[in-house]
């Protein structure tokens, strides 16, 4: 079982109220191998929402309380996204998922450099929440640009 992003599936999840569809991803796997999942959303965060960014740190941080996740209002939305985070790690147990593919860049799902945290669309080294969580657990994570380079 494979775990990804339900925006990469085509779910209107994204904090603006659209997804991130990848049909190549949609062909390369069969419909039951894919478990759709949306940490901000399990976190209980509406849709849309204002956009949000790690302040002070990565994903591990987060998890380690040393940074913190706010939207562009200013908002600190830590917990939702550590909810997501827990929510999603236990569906991934329950499922045996050993891959995730996840949205690049985002503060939930990043899993190589995520937004910086300026809102101004600079990146930085580093995993979301969920994907260090994923991760600590021993599940591969990958993102939907580096499938794409596999795909080439």
Not at 70 to 76: H, P
Not at 77 to 86: P, R, V
Not at 111 to 126: A, L, P, T
Request: proline share 5%.
């Amino acid at each position: 079982m494979i775990l990804v992003s339900a925006c990469l599936l085509g779910q209107n999840c994204k904090y603006n109220g659209g997804n991130n569809n990848n049909p190549k991803l949609q062909k390369l796997f069969k419909q039951e191998e894919i478990i759709p999942v949306c940490p901000e959303k399990l976190g209980g965060l509406a849709i849309p929402r204002p956009p949000a960014e790690i302040k002070g740190g990565r994903g591990e941080d987060v998890l380690r309380g040393q940074a913190k996740v706010v939207n562009k209002l200013g908002a600190d939305i830590t917990q939702e996204f550590i909810k997501g985070a827990q929510k999603t790690l236990k569906i991934a147990k329950q499922n045996d998922c050993k891959l995730a593919i996840l949205k690049a860049r985002s503060p939930s799902c990043g899993s190589q450099k995520i937004y910086d945290g300026s809102f101004v669309g600079e990146k930085k080294k580093g995993q979301g929440i969920t994907a260090a969580l994923l991760a600590q657990e021993g599940i591969k994570i990958i993102n939907e640009e580096e499938l794409n380079k596999l795909e080439e």
